[in-house]
């Protein structure tokens, strides 16, 4: 079997953040992604700083959760077809583990557990494109 031309490499929470004014918020969730990139073509890798604030209609709750992935590419590879990987891709792998970070935070805080659900993310691309800085 041929190994994949892109890589999960791992991850790391940088940075995370629950206020509450409330146990259990009423009104509905509002998700919102800051994504970052850097691409580093003599490494051979590709590193995604994906952010995610959480919070609710009527301000009760506020989580922000900052991470940094980081993937691998092999070296002959066309640039054109990791396009996909880079910014839709990545992102996805990235944030189940995310989800479940941030699900295990909230239940371990002694408030109502807060489950994202699965979340489309190839709307994010086009920023995380515009937001990636490419070292040769």
Do not use: H
Request: aromatic fraction near 10%; proline fraction near 4%.
């Amino acid at each position: 079997m041929e190994n994949s031309k892109f890589q999960f490499k791992g991850f790391s929470v940088v940075r995370s953040l629950i206020e509450r004014k409330q146990s259990n918020p009423k009104s509905k969730l509002i998700v919102e992604f800051k994504p970052k990139g850097t691409l580093n073509i003599e490494n051979l890798s590709f590193k995604l700083e994906l952010g995610i604030q959480i919070s609710d209609e009527d301000k009760n709750i506020n989580i922000e959760v900052d991470s940094i992935a980081d993937y691998s590419f092999e070296k002959n590879v066309d640039f054109g077809s990791l396009d996909n990987f880079f910014y839709v891709n990545a992102p996805a792998l990235l944030f189940p583990y995310l989800r479940a970070y941030i699900s295990t935070l909230t239940n371990l805080s002694g408030n109502a557990t807060i489950t994202l659900p699965t979340l489309n993310l190839t709307s994010i691309g086009e920023e995380l494109k515009k937001n990636t800085v490419t070292l040769k």
